[in-house]
């Protein structure tokens, strides 16, 4: 059971989960309470979110196997501890799943639909194409990233309203994937990074760059929909100010302390998704 955990990824699933809830009550306004009946579809809709993305994580660990023995030879599919034939069954009964349980949520917004389709054609692009070919795959997974909160948003029928923290997940996801990558460049096979292409310093620009673009966009909220001088306004200011300083350290010593860097990454990611949260109840 660990070792099927661990394959899956559940922190991962967590997130997605949390993250399509928070887009959808974001879009929503929370602030007067979510009806039984929303409630219930973006449940549904976190759970799908949830398979869909455990199924990219078996499906990327099944085709990451001859690189996963040198940069992560504790996989459970390098030990052994999981076998080839389950996990092939996984990745297939988890989208399944996911798709069973969206079906009621598009019933009631078919958008729902068009976006999911649209998240699981780019997973399996990059899985069999993009993923090979650098910043590109590096791109398609902060698409993928992005859309956990428009999947949320349009749930509550209002998926504009998230837009920019799609953004900020799409940048913070590209940042921590460009990072990831120069961490692996020494066992990646059969890919060409953007790190092996033109070195880590050149990775590091753009991991920076990514950052800086997402710090700007974070104050977005409080010009569009919060008001800055309001409780609300001022947590999420707190909170994003925190994420903000998180990922800015994240990616100030790349290209050293790359495990390092590519956790506080993942940890201020975390941070960010609270203060999302926090506007909910604007």
């Given at each position: 059971?660990?070792?099927?955990l661990?394959?899956?990824?559940?922190?991962?699933?967590?997130?997605?989960?949390?993250?399509?809830?928070?887009?959808?009550?974001?879009?929503?306004?929370?602030?007067?309470?979510?009806?039984?009946?929303?409630?219930?579809?973006?449940?549904?809709?976190?759970?799908?979110?949830?398979?869909?993305?455990?199924?990219?994580?078996?499906?990327?660990?099944?085709?990451d196997?001859?690189?996963?023995?040198?940069?992560?030879?504790?996989?459970?599919?390098?030990?052994?501890?999981?076998?080839?034939?389950?996990?092939?069954?996984?990745?297939?009964?988890?989208?399944?799943a996911?798709?069973?349980?969206?079906?009621p949520?598009?019933?009631?917004?078919?958008?729902?639909?068009?976006?999911?389709?649209?998240?699981?054609?780019?997973?399996?692009g990059?899985?069999?194409?993009?993923?090979?070919?650098g910043?590109?795959?590096n791109?398609?997974?902060?698409?993928?990233?992005?859309?956990?909160?428009?999947?949320g948003?349009?749930?509550?029928?209002?998926?504009?309203?998230?837009?920019?923290f799609?953004?900020?997940?799409?940048?913070?996801?590209?940042?921590?994937?460009?990072?990831?990558?120069?961490?692996?460049?020494?066992?990646?096979?059969g890919?060409?990074t953007?790190?092996?292409?033109?070195?880590?310093?050149?990775?590091?620009?753009?991991?920076?760059?990514?950052?800086?673009?997402?710090?700007?966009?974070?104050?977005?909220?409080l010009?569009?929909?919060?008001?800055?001088?309001?409780?609300?306004?001022?947590?999420?200011?707190?909170?994003?100010?925190?994420a903000?300083?998180?990922?800015?350290?994240?990616?100030?010593?790349?290209?050293?302390?790359?495990?390092?860097?590519?956790?506080?990454?993942?940890?201020?990611?975390?941070?960010?998704?609270?203060?999302?949260?926090?506007?909910?109840?604007?």
């Open positions: 059971m660990r070792a099927a661990r394959l899956l990824r559940a922190p991962n699933l967590a997130v997605s989960f949390v993250g399509t809830l928070v887009g959808g009550l974001v879009a929503f306004d929370a602030r007067s309470g979510v009806p039984a009946s929303l409630g219930a579809l973006l449940v549904l809709a976190g759970l799908s979110t949830a398979c869909v993305t455990a199924a990219g994580n078996v499906l990327n660990d099944l085709r196997r001859e690189g996963d023995r040198t940069n992560h030879p504790d996989r459970p599919l390098v030990t052994g501890e999981v076998s080839v034939d389950l996990a092939e069954g996984l990745v297939l009964g988890l989208f399944v996911g798709l069973f349980l969206v079906l949520v598009i019933a009631v917004e078919p958008t729902v639909g068009v976006i999911l389709a649209a998240a699981v054609l780019a997973l399996l990059y899985e069999f194409r993009f993923k090979a070919q910043l590109v795959g791109l398609v997974v902060a698409f993928l990233t992005a859309m956990v909160f428009l999947y948003g349009a749930v509550a029928g209002n998926a504009a309203l998230v837009l920019p799609a953004g900020m997940a799409f940048l913070a996801t590209l940042s921590r994937e460009v990072i990831k990558d120069m961490e692996d460049v020494r066992g990646d096979v890919r060409t953007l790190p092996m292409a033109y070195g880590l310093p050149v990775a590091g620009r753009v991991a920076r760059g990514s950052v800086a673009a997402g710090v700007l966009l974070s104050v977005v909220p010009a569009w929909f919060v008001s800055p001088t309001s409780a609300v306004g001022i947590i999420y200011m707190v909170l994003v100010g925190a903000d300083a998180l990922f800015v350290v994240s990616v100030r010593y790349l290209p050293e302390r790359l495990h390092y860097e590519q956790t506080l990454s993942k940890v201020a990611m975390t941070v960010a998704l609270v203060a999302f949260l926090v506007v909910a109840f604007r």
